[in-house]
């Protein structure tokens, strides 16, 4: 994964959002349960979560289980729920961008 920014487990060790430092990149959960045990030495692969509009650039996120709080630069800031990490969703957001969009929706 190139430009890599933060990777953050949660406070158990099992799972790791994770982001990269680019446009368009969605937020990427990892199982890391396969590695930790030895049963893998490969990497797992990512579920992508969606976060309200991945488009406008999420930059920094915490992970307070089970939510994940976003804050983005044209979005202001996001927070989706982890519980099932296959499927997480949005809880809530604020909106704090009151400027021109860098991009068109």
Same mark, same amino acid.
């Given at each position: 994964m190139g430009y890599g920014h933060t990777?953050?487990?949660d406070a158990t060790g099992r799972y790791a959002v994770t982001e990269v430092e680019y446009r368009y990149a969605p937020l990427r959960i990892f199982d890391l349960k396969p590695a930790s045990t030895?049963?893998?030495r490969r990497s797992p692969a990512p579920s992508a979560p969606?976060? $309200?509009n991945w488009v406008n650039y999420?930059?920094?996120h915490e992970v307070r289980w089970p939510y994940v709080f976003v804050a983005a630069f044209e979005d202001g800031i996001q927070v989706f729920n982890m519980?099932?990490?296959t499927n997480p969703y949005?809880?809530?957001y604020y909106d704090t961008f009151d400027g021109?969009? $860098?991009t068109k929706r």
């Open positions: 990777f953050t487990p030895g049963r893998s969606g976060t $309200a999420s930059h920094n519980i099932d990490p949005t809880v809530g021109q969009m $860098a």
